[in-house]
Structures are given as structure tokens and as C-alpha cells.
């Protein structure tokens, strides 16, 4: 760093003692229509091979208008090129040095905003500021330039604990209105009184670098006000590189030049620039980042990630959503318009910025880029009598954006633990039906570190019991079983651990034996009662006979054991986007089946107008068995059986079939030991059922919606269980996954939590819908842990099943409705 300080302090003083301030005296500007592709290409060589020519705007696709700048001895050659082309040049400035000049008209001796200034003077201000409010505002070096300037900003912060908001302007050196911007919400922040301002001032931490690129920005006032890039020396003829083409994330892979003298070089590698490395890592170093504004110039645009690309990546429609509402709010003020789109969709591929590599590398919440006023007229030489309304505008924006970010959870969102049911079992199968008289389900709490320590050691070697919950962390409880030879130890552990324990179930048989009621059922296939596999595929059988142009069957394969892994495809039309329904992986979750056969039957019987309208908009695939061998054994032998039935050793049978997906496996919240019933299995995908159903779901290219149903704990999650970092669209499945759960409520008044699986519950990985997001990228991927809280838990009894998939189906309407509305579909 040092050198770059010696190299460019003496590269400084050159240009101070020898630089004569550029003029642009009758330099005309044009305003260029691009109708055809000829005329762009036109215009992009010209780009390249600029010879006095310079664009105030890119040329990158037709039906777009750009403007060029015409140097005097150019202009016939220009009369040339446009008669030939039919550019429909039409003359926005007749002297270019005019509109600079009234740029630079207004200074007071006093720092405002009817003027631009300096960057001593910018530097100077925020002198005053810390020196006024010593309690609120401090300085921060946010890093170096390679002429040996520092990047100065402040943090103002009112009270410990805010989430943070960076603020950063004029990256590129010509783009004054941005630090004029930057300044303006600053003092706002500071002096205002209006109560919205307040909230946003005191309720977060603001880090605001006013110039991110000093250089550059000083360059513009001493030599060329057209100067974008850094100052760096590439060659004898060549300075700077674009420091917002220079950041390490998909560096160079679109929108930049490899030539040293183009305002677009990227650098002859990421991060090559003093400036864009050390400010990257100052960023890098502020705790609980959640939003990060860049403020760039012209076109009134609010651009979201990414620029390498026009794929709806990360949180993109959770974003947009949030960016409509703050452009609505923009306009209120003075009318101004803008747009709102990622990067690359908005305005053109542009790799290697700023924006990007917070949101691809930091995953920061909130990250926009605004193109400040204007549309063109002035571009980034806005008039100073522009400054105050633009940032009176840019503000209450700003405002929205930080409240809806609020409203949706990215600054102070946190879920209530709830738990899914997990139990360890360990013993050999045997050929008579388990049963269960007279073992008691006692709520317990876990209050002390003590407890918890015990309750896990019961886990490891658990003697009879079973845990209906896992025990993971004091101010939780936990449904255990306790068999009847156990009451006596479990009486003493109560007594010497003073733990509070609800007799919860005093027979857990007869709750088994309700469920399992013959009476309950039909001669016909219903939702009064439970139903063993071979019914199951033989209702879907008469469906593909009743319904032979809507109902297809499938048949992926079959289990360890040797029985068809079978479901069915509804579609009532070509080309629609494909929602695939699974259940009962976790063969003791019996409501979980219930309640797929039922949404399944309703997609073909039900004449409600939103049903009939996903019904017939999307192609369904529906497997209410995945796990056939463990849901017969659960019939047949033990009801809590949980796992596969593959043979792992002498004693132990099974993996848990949703800890086996080939996406993180083994990174946290599964067992290696075999008889757990948590045991993730020797491999991922090592057992049958799982690969092949991921083999099929691999084949459907249109898939736009996974959902996978479990029971119990009323929760609906999203990906990932091995991290509780929100990765991908997690604010965007969210706020739909919210809805939906409002939804559900509203039938019978059934609450349910959400959250991703690591935060809700405990970190599980290896699931399915784990695999199907990482790796597929299915956009709305969901698990729902179905009724109830634990009052009966895995053993739901069977008049609840209607109620339950009545109220499911609800919240699947809205999941697909909202999709819809988001654009995903």
C-alpha cells in the first residue's frame, strides 16, 4: 500500500503543476435514436475507438436513445456518419463547457446543497459534523486511493444494537448529484424533525461514504469533468480502471472492456484498485449489515442485483416488490419516474460491481443502486438548482425502503421455537405388532443446563424411551415416552432435576388404537380414516381410469423392499409450470398422506374458481407415498417407526429418508449411528427410495413449486436446515409463506409459525427440500409440519384430517396465487 501511496502522490503533483483543466467550448451533444442493429454497431465502435467522440450514455440496445458527445473536428465526419445511418441526430446541447459551467455556479461559503463541492470541502463538513454531535456522529477511514487520499465517511449512530445501512456515492468521479445526495440525507438524518426520519436516523446505524472514489472525483474538478475511472496508471497512455467493474464477484463476466483506455476497463484483475479493495474490506468489517445503498447517475432507475446476469437470483422478487413501493413514493413528491429491475434486465449486463458483491459475497438483505435524475436531458451534468429536490425525493424513498425491509423481517425478524418431532429408536425389528399400553407422553420443560445434559444423555441411550421432540437448547419442552418400566427412573430424574413434566397422554395405545379405527372407513376411498399403501395406489389407479386426459400415472421405481414407489400427474393443458407434492418420507407422519390424497382429489373434483384456477394452470405431480416400506411397517408392526427398512446391521434397520438427500449431508442434525432414528445413512442417496425419487424430480425442467408435508408442529419452512444464514429467495418465501399461513388460519383459526428449518426447529440437514432448492433452484420450495402442537402429535386422529387438508389447501392457493403475482410462474 505504500507504494501505491508514493507512486500516485508523485503521479498528483505531475497533474497539479502540468494539467491544464479540460474544455469542452462548443463540444455539441446529440441525442441519438438506436432503431437497428447497424446503428448500434455503429455506435459501439465507435465506443471502443472513441478519438474525441464520448458517450454521455452506453450504447447497448436498440429501440434505446443515447448521447454523444461531438468534439468540433468531428462534426462533419459526424454529419457523415449520420446521413448515412439515419441516426436522427437531434442537438440536446449546442456548447457542452455552457452546461458545465452552470454546474459549477452557486458555492456558498457555507456548506448546502445549491451547489456541488469539492471534495476538501465535502471532507470538511463532515469535520463540522463530528465536532457538533460528538455523541451521535464519529469518523471512519473506509479506505485508501491510489494517489494517497483517504476515503472518509462517518457513522452516526444513535443507540447500540441498530442494524446497519452503508451509504456510498460517487464511485464514478462524474456523477456529482450522488455525493450531492449522499450529503443532503446525511444532514437530514442529523437536523430533521419529520418523525420518519427520525425512526430510520435513530433506528439504525449509517455508515455514508459521501466519495468512494476521491481521485477520480477530484480529477473532474481539476482537469476533466467527464472522468469516470480511478486514477491508477495502466501504461504510458492509460489511467484508472471503472471501480464499479472491479469488485470480485463475477468479475469480467459481462459489460466490461479489457482495454486499458476505456471507461469501462474492468482492471487487469478483481480488486486491482487500491480504492475498490480497501473500501470491500472496511465493508466487510461492519456487524449486522442490512442494507447497502449505492447512488450512481443518470436515469432514475432502482436497480437491484445482479448485473452478469437477467435470472431473478437471491431475494430478486422480494426486492422488487420492496422497489416499487419506494419508487411509488419517490414520485409523490415532484413526479419523478422511475424504474425498477436488476442490473442487467434494467439497463445492460455489467459485471463486477459494488452492489453485486455485497449481495453475492456479503448475502446482505437490502442492496439497491439508484441512477439518480435525470432521464437524459442533462444526464450526470445536472444543474445544482436539481441537488435539493433530488435528494428531498431520494430520501423519502430511502424511508420506504428501510420500513418495508422492517415490515418483511430483514432487519428484526425472529421466529419463536417451535419443534418437530424426531425420536431415537434403537432395537431389532420384530414380527409382532409393537404396542404401546399404558406408556405415558409427559410435556417436559427444559429449564437448566442440567436438564439438558440429562435429556440428551437419555437420547443417546434412551433404554424404552422415546423423545417426540429433540432436546436442543434450555427454555424449550420436549413430548417424551416413557414405557411403563421406566416410571420409576423417570420419577427420580423428575425429583432430582426438578423438572416440571404434564402427563401429556396416560395410555399412548388407545390414542393409536382411535386413529387406527376400521370403523372409519368406507367402502369407497375417503378422508374419514387412514389408509395402509396398496389402497392408496389403488384409488390413484381409478383416477387414471376416471380422468384418462387430465390423470397420467408414474412409477419411479420401487423401495428396498421391493414395492412400487407410485403416484400421478395431473395436467389439463400443455406448457404449464410443474408443482410436485410429497409425503410420507417419514413413514409414521400418517396425515401427511392424508392430506396430499386429498388436494389431490379437489384438483379434480372441487368447482371452486381458485382451486380450478391452479388446478388447471399447473401440472401436478403428486407421491403420497415416498417411503412405502416404513408407512406399511407403521400398519403392520410399529406405529413410530420412522425410517426406511433397509438393512444396515444385525440390530438396526433404516435410514432417516430426509436426511439422505445428496445436498449437505451429515452438516449437522443427523446421526451416524445406525439405529438412531435421525442416522443420515453410510452415503447420501444410499438408500433407494431417495435416489430414485431425486433421479425423477432431476427430469422436470419446469418445475416452479416443491412441497413436502410432515407432521407435527404446525410450522411452514423453507430451506436450509444445515444454516440458519438466509440464503437464496429466503425473504421472498417468506412474505409468501406468511400469506399463506394467514390464510390457513382463516378456515378454522389454526396458527402456524414460519421460518427456514435451521432457525424454526434445529439445524437438520440432508432434507429434501434442502436438495431440491441448492440444487434444482426451484423457486418456492416449502415443507409443512402439519397439525397438531402436540397434543397428539404423530397420532392425529382421523376426524381431524379433513380439517387439516381443507386448511393445507388454503395456504396452497396462495403460495401458487402469490408465485404468480411475483412473476415466478
Known sequence: MASFRLVGFFLCLVAVCFAEPARYDNYRVYKLSIERIEQLELLQLIEQSPDGYAFLSDPVHINTTVKLVVPPHKVAEFAELNEKFSLKAEVAFENLQAVIDRQLKGRREVFGWTAYHTLEDIYGWLDTLIEQYPSVVS?????????????????????????????????????????????????????????????????????????????????THTTTRLWRKTRSQQNVLCFGADPNRNWDFMFNQGGTSTLPCSDTFSGPYPFSEIETLTLS????????????LDFHSSGQLLMVPYGHTREPL??????????????????ERHGSVYQVGNIAEIIYVASGSSLDWVKGTLKTPLTFAYELRDRGEYGFLLPPDQIIATAEETLDSIIVILEEGKAMGYHYMKFALVYLALALLCGAAVAEKARYDNYRVYRVRIETDRQLELLKALE????????????????????????????????????????????????????????????????????????????????????????????????????????????????YKAGNKAVVMESLIHAREWISGATTTYVLNQLLTSTDPKVRNIAENFDWYFFPVTNPDGYEYTHTTDRQWRKTRSEVSILCRGADPNRNWG???????????????????????????????????ATLDNMSTYLSFHAYSQLLLIPYGHTTARLDNYDEAIAIGTKAINKLQERYGTTYKIGNIAEAIYVASGGSIDWVKGVLRTPLVYCYELRDLGRYGFVLPPDQIIPTAEETLDSIIVILEEGQAAGIH
Open 314 to 331: 437471491d431475494n430478486y422478487n422480494e426486492l422488487m416488490e420492496i422497489g416499487r413501493k419506494a419508487i411509488a413514493k419517490l414520485q
Open 139 to 219: 469518523p471512519i477511514v473506509a479506505g485508501q486511493t491510489y494517489e494517497g487520499r483517504q476515503i472518509r465517511g462517518v457513522k452516526v449512530s444513535y443507540k447500540a444494537g441498530n442494524p446497519a445501512v452503508f451509504t456510498e456515492g460517487t464511485i464514478h468521479a462524474r456523477e456529482w448529484i450522488s455525493a450531492a445526495t449522499v450529503t443532503f440525507v446525511l444532514n437530514e438524518l442529523l437536523t430533521s424533525v419529520d418523525p420518519a426520519v427520525r425512526n430510520i436516523a435513530e433506528n439504525y446505524d449509517w455508515y455514508v461514504v459521501p466519495v468512494a472514489n476521491p481521485d477520480g472525483y477530484v480529477y
Open 460 to 571: 443417546q441411550n434412551p433404554d424404552g424411551y422415546r423423545f417426540w421432540d429433540e432436546p436442543v437448547k434450555v427454555g424449550t419442552q420436549v413430548l417424551l415416552v416413557v414405557p411403563p418400566h421406566q416410571r420409576g427412573h423417570f420419577g427420580e430424574i423428575r425429583a432430582k432435576l426438578a423438572f416440571r413434566a404434564e402427563l401429556h397422554i396416560a395410555d399412548l395405545q388407545k390414542q393409536i388404537d382411535l386413529e387406527s379405527r376400521t370403523s372409519l372407513r368406507k367402502e369407497s376411498f375417503g378422508w374419514t380414516a387412514y389408509y395402509r399403501t396398496d389402497e392408496i395406489y389403488a384409488w390413484l389407479d381409478s383416477l387414471v381410469a376416471s380422468y384418462p386426459g387430465v390423470v397420467s400415472p408414474l412409477n419411479i421405481g420401487n423401495s428396498y423392499e421391493g414395492r412400487p414407489i407410485k403416484g400421478v400427474k395431473v395436467s
Open 281 to 292: 474490506q472496511y465493508i466487510n468489517t461492519i456487524p449486522n449489515l442490512s442494507t447497502y
Open 663 to 697: 445436498y449437505n449431508f451429515m452438516q449437522g442434525g443427523a446421526s451416524n449411528v445406525p439405529c438412531s432414528d435421525t442416522f443420515a445413512g453410510p452415503s447420501a442417496f444410499s438408500e433407494v427410495e431417495t435416489l430414485q425419487l431425486s433421479n425423477f424430480i
